[in-house]
């Protein structure tokens, strides 16, 4: 039993180690777009650019992240579509920076979201589902 405690011992004082640099490639900030519609309400639009993972957050970095001038469109299943305008704003959950002003949420309906800036365009598209009876 000695042998074998001191094997274990030995072992742990002379077990190999090895330090190993990673290097987090940063592949420059991506867009961000977290927004919801939700019956009889207008859509509300989040867009910012990511932030860089290890680097200190605080709340310039963040109120520096949003997008203010973007040209976000949302076009409904009936046809109905608008421009959404710049606004600061916060839900029950989370801040918005552009709202809807005529398109209301309804249910049955799908939505497309079209979001221009520069020489980037995204897109998204949901449904908002009706209600069971």
Known sequence: MKKLSFIIIMFLFFSCTKEIDITIPHNGSQFIVNGYIEHNQPAKILLSRSLPYFEPLNIDNVFESLIYDAEI???????????????????DTWYY???GTTILGEEGVTYNL?????DTMLSAKTTIPKLAS
């Open 73 to 91: 469109t949302i076009t409904n299943s009936n046809g109905d579509s608008e421009i959404l305008v710049p606004s600061f704003g916060l839900t």
């Open 97 to 99: 920076n552009y709202i």
């Open 114 to 118: 079209e979001v221009n800036k520069g």
